[in-house]
């Protein structure tokens, strides 16, 4: 099973961009990598996932590198309601689970 | 549309009780999943279904029940609670994986 290391915790001032980053060494040529966010006790969102390329969407954008063991979360210009639990997620034994960690917590400070 | 909906919010259950979760989606959604998530903790997903009338185990199913008669609803039963289950129960949907799911707010369970 793939398995993904994340930061406990980053601070990011408001408007600048967050970039969070994430290790996944043992992930398999076909297993793509997902991005959620969790604000306080809410529900998680999903913001985006990849496989080789690199993804934008109106939320982030997700920078995989090429050997494809890690992967970095970019929230362009953040605001105070970003702050949230990120998740960095990969499957297990197919694409049809996935592993959540802990996730980093991400502060946004005014 | 209301999305995924979860009921009840909140939930006390004392060691041994059984009760069933509510989870259901407008969305006509393929793909449907229940995680547990403790204090401080990432999600688990504790089943999952691709379709009505077909579910799978996740990584914690002990203890609990699905089934999937239809495409909008994907009820969970806790048999005989215990309380190790005390737990935020998260349910999703998606349209055809778990990418990019869809979650409900949530029911608080604490079992005494």
């Known amino acids: 099973d793939a398995k993904t290391t994340q930061p406990t915790s980053m601070d990011c001032a408001e408007g600048r961009a967050a970039n969070l980053p994430c290790n996944h060494s043992?992930?398999?040529?076909?297993?793509?990598v997902y991005w959620y966010r969790q604000i306080h006790s809410q529900g998680p969102q999903y913001i985006i996932h990849?496989?080789?390329?690199?993804e934008t969407n109106e939320m982030a954008s997700l920078i995989i590198t090429e050997d494809r063991k890690s992967s970095t979360l970019i929230l362009p210009h953040a605001t105070l309601r970003d702050t949230a639990v990120y998740y960095c997620?990969?499957?297990?034994?197919?694409?049809?689970?996935?592993?959540w960690g802990a996730g980093t917590k991400l502060i946004i400070k005014p | 549309n209301a999305g995924v909906t979860q009921t009840p919010k909140f939930q006390v259950l004392k060691t041994g009780q059984s009760m069933t979760l509510q989870c259901a989606q407008d969305?006509?959604?393929?793909?449907m999943s229940w995680y547990r998530q403790d204090p401080g903790m990432g999600l688990r997903l504790i089943h999952y279904?691709?379709?009505?009338?077909?579910?799978d185990q996740g990584e914690v199913p002990n203890g609990y029940n699905v089934s999937r008669s239809t495409t909008e609803d994907f009820p969970l039963r806790l048999l005989s609670a215990a309380p190790s289950q005390t737990s935020v129960y998260f349910c999703?949907?998606?349209?055809?994986?778990?990418?990019?799911?869809?979650f409900g707010p949530g029911t608080r369970l604490t079992v005494t």
């Open positions: 279904s691709v379709g009505a009338g077909i579910t």
């Open positions: 990849g496989l080789k390329n690199n």
């Open positions: 043992t992930i398999s040529g076909n297993e793509y």
């Open positions: 969305m006509n959604h393929e793909y």
């Open positions: 999703a949907s998606s349209y055809d994986g778990p990418y990019e799911q869809y």
């Open positions: 997620i990969a499957p297990r034994r197919s694409n049809y689970q996935l592993i």
